[in-house]
């Protein structure tokens, strides 16, 4: 409706700066300025054509969007209503399973309470196991403790013995070179003693 308006306004302008055009050149002389305002006004009457053609095709396209995301927003909303209904409908089911299962437990309590009962009494006899165990994994601990010590000695009494053998090689090496009278002048260090 709009556009058509439009349309008939560009026409309507063209027809008048046809017109003064006309009229223009039956001036003569006189008419030159008046046939300059003629053909402007022919030239906006054009670009308001073509900017009216270009807001029709632009009003088309949104048209045709906002009836895509009409249609598409229509489809999902019903697929989330079937969705929704469905998810409702399981719910009950699950509510009276729930329920039933409810039942049951209850009556299950009852036979529980016997358990725990009996629980109650394993559990203080382990209570007592547990006891004697950590009185055992102490006195473990205190021998392990003690036997960290004796190896601790054993290791620094192993360092001084080996300590003591180079000392020993030494002499021995320096015994040797003198009672040789070094007859090499050097040392023999592959023999037994200086490895």
Same mark, same amino acid.
């Given at each position: 409706m709009l556009l058509v308006i439009i349309?008939?306004?560009?026409?309507?302008? $063209?027809?008048l700066s046809f017109n003064a055009s006309v009229e223009a050149a039956r001036a003569g002389e006189h008419g030159k300025g008046f046939a300059?305002? @003629?053909?402007?006004?022919?030239?906006?009457?054009? *670009?308001?054509g073509t900017a009216a053609k270009e807001i029709s095709e632009l009003l088309a396209v949104s048209i045709k969007k906002v009836e895509d995301i009409v249609l598409n927003n229509r489809t999902?909303?019903?697929?989330?209503? +079937?969705?929704?209904?469905?998810?409702?409908? @399981?719910?009950? $089911?699950?509510a009276e399973v729930c329920s039933q299962a409810?039942? $049951?437990?209850?009556?299950?309590?009852?036979? *529980?309470?016997? *358990?725990?009962?009996?629980?109650?009494?394993?559990?203080?006899?382990?209570?007592? +196991?547990?006891?004697?165990?950590k009185d055992a994994m102490e006195q473990i601990s205190q021998s392990t403790s003690e036997n960290?010590?004796?190896? @601790?000695?054993?290791?620094?009494? @192993?360092?001084?013995?080996?300590?003591q053998t180079k000392s020993l090689k030494a002499i021995v090496v320096?015994?040797?070179?003198?009672?040789?009278?070094?007859?090499?002048? $050097?040392?023999?260090?592959?023999?037994?003693?200086?490895?």
């Open positions: 349309n008939e306004i560009v026409f309507q302008t $063209k027809l300059v305002v @003629a053909e402007e006004i022919g030239s906006l009457a054009q *670009m308001s999902r909303i019903q697929q989330s209503v +079937g969705a929704g209904r469905d998810r409702v409908n @399981a719910g009950i $089911k699950t409810l039942d $049951k437990i209850v009556l299950e309590v009852h036979d *529980m309470n016997g *358990m725990i009962n009996s629980i109650a009494v394993a559990t203080n006899e382990q209570a007592l +196991g547990v006891s004697q165990i960290s010590e004796i190896s @601790a000695q054993s290791t620094e009494l @192993a360092d001084g013995l080996i300590r320096e015994l040797e070179h003198l009672v040789l009278g070094g007859q090499s002048g $050097k040392i023999d260090l592959n023999s037994e003693y200086a490895n």
